[in-house]
């Protein structure tokens, strides 16, 4: 099967230019001026960008907490990802109690009938000894490459510092990269504790007992772990202006040490857990004030920061009452659990569909980020750290056809019915963005033709990645 894209102007994280798209199979077999190919089905690209799929290294799909379980799974999310731009999403493992292959053959067992989209693995480490470390070598086998650790969440996902270094030792011994949740455990323990006991349960205590400062003392811990333990490392979910001080520290002084920030840090504020509905906003680490979204902004232009990814993990915000999902009606316990006490509320929100047009609106359209940027940031980047590029995160000779026809002029109004995810809400919700796929091709198959949904459950693949880029 061949597919030729015609007239549209092909931007990578590299360069702009006129050129159409020869797909043959999965593949993309040429890109040149005014391509011929009589046995190819012609799609017409003129007015539109070429743009690589995009790339989202941080979602939770189908992850269960707090009594309850992130709403979208490997088919809703991937779905949701396809209609935003995205054909490529790496998902975490959780830590059972029992081997890690086995951890991971589980999780591919759930998720491979299901995904939508292609999709990849990190492993999460929340348990520590000789077992562990004689395992974690073998991973790049099952095509992981990267594992994540936690310095908050005690007595649950937290590592002991000893533990961390440990694990970044050996996994920078194996092709490893250690990614870091930095907060302050035992400050947010004891925080949420007063905050409890003085009866203060309203949204706004999930931010106020969980001080930016852990973020910047952890952030430069991680660094300074990294370094001593010879290890790369990659910041998760970076929200605070001083953790990029600190990336920019680390990196200046030569640690291999990169990060993302996710579009909600960048758009909203602590302000925002004020509001009746201030659930909505909850996720670890929470939103914060004006002058981090500044910092962020900064982090993503001058290049300390490498990608923008988005932390995908949708609850609904009223569980008791069903949505109607492709005809069906569904409900999943959500936000409503902490209505009496923020503790109890699920952290997470959805972001895998939106982080495209939105971040295209506001970065490139302000004329903050060029369009090339834009795809380095959502695509190439995550790909080359992640071990994917160049099958995924560029338009070359060679990779997977995973392309996102999109349309710079489009103009929508955006909110839930547009995302698509499996939730109840948006935090975008009557956003006008201009900027917008049109036309979404995984592997060459088109999955996403305006609105209509070609894709399927299964029709993604697991992703068997190669250590990555040290960027
Ligand atoms: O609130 C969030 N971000 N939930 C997902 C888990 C995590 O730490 O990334
Ligand atoms: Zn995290
Ligand atoms: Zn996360």
Same mark, same amino acid.
């Given at each position: ?78 779905? *949701?990802? +396809? ?9 975490? #493992? %959780?830590? =059972?109690?029992?081997? @890690? !292959? ?124 990294? *370094?001593? +333990? ?9 929200? #605070? %202006?001083? =953790?990029?001080?600190? @990336? !920019? ?223």
């Amino acid at each position: 099967m061949k597919t030729l894209i015609k007239n549209g102007t092909v931007i990578t994280a590299e360069q702009t230019r006129a050129a159409d798209i020869l797909i043959e199979n999965e593949t993309i077999s040429q890109i040149a001026e005014d391509i011929q190919d009589e046995d190819a089905q012609i799609v017409d690209a003129s007015g539109l960008m070429v743009l690589p799929g995009g790339v989202d290294p941080h979602v939770h799909l189908e992850l269960p907490m707090m009594g309850t379980i992130s709403a979208d799974d490997h088919y809703t999310g991937g779905k *949701a990802a +396809a209609f935003g731009g995205t054909t490529t999403m790496i998902d975490f #493992v %959780s830590q =059972e109690p029992v081997s @890690l !292959a086995e951890n991971v053959a589980r999780h591919r067992a759930m998720a491979d009938p299901k995904t939508s989209i292609d999709y990849s693995l990190h492993m999460n480490i929340t348990r520590y000894n000789d077992e562990v470390a004689e395992e974690l070598p073998d991973l790049p086998r099952l095509g992981i490459t990267s594992i994540k650790v936690f310095t908050a969440y005690n007595g649950r996902l937290r590592l002991d510092d000893g533990s961390i270094f440990k694990v970044m030792r050996v996994g920078g011994k194996h092709g490893l990269l250690t990614m870091v949740h930095a907060e302050n455990g035992d400050v947010i323990d004891i925080l949420i504790a007063e905050a409890l006991a003085a009866g203060k349960t309203a949204p706004i205590h999930h931010a106020l007992t969980r001080p930016a400062w852990g973020e910047v003392e952890a952030s430069l811990r991680a660094a300074a772990l990294a *370094a001593q +333990a010879d290890s790369p490392l990659y910041l998760v979910h970076m929200n #605070v %202006s001083g =953790e990029v001080d600190q @990336l !920019a520290y680390a990196r200046e002084h030569g640690v291999a040490a990169m990060g993302e920030t996710c579009p909600q840090y960048l758009f909203f504020t602590e302000e925002d857990l004020k509001r009746p509905d201030g659930a909505k906003w909850i996720c670890s680490p929470p939103m914060r004030k004006f002058v981090d979204q500044e910092g962020l902004w900064r982090g993503l232009e001058n290049g300390t920061i490498q990608v923008l990814a988005t932390d995908h993990c949708p609850f609904f915000f009223n569980g008791r009452k069903p949505i109607l999902y492709e005809g069906k009606e569904i409900a999943i316990p959500g936000k409503e659990l902490g209505e009496q006490n923020f503790t109890l509320i699920p952290n997470g929100l959805p972001g895998l569909a939106d982080r495209l047009p939105v971040f295209w609106t506001a970065a490139v359209n302000s004329g903050k980020i060029s369009p090339n940027r834009f795809v380095e940031l959502t695509s190439a980047n995550p790909a080359r750290i992640f071990g994917l590029y160049p099958k995924k995160g560029t338009l070359q000779v060679g990779s997977d056809a995973d392309i996102a026809l999109w349309d710079p002029k489009k103009e929508v109004t955006y909110g839930v019915e547009w995302a698509r995810h499996r939730t109840d809400y948006n935090l975008y919700e009557g956003w006008k963005l201009r900027g917008y796929p049109t036309k979404v091709f995984l592997r060459g198959k088109m999955i996403v033709n305006g609105q209509e949904w070609l894709g399927e459950a299964g029709g993604g693949r697991f992703l068997h990645r190669l250590t990555g880029e040290i960027l």
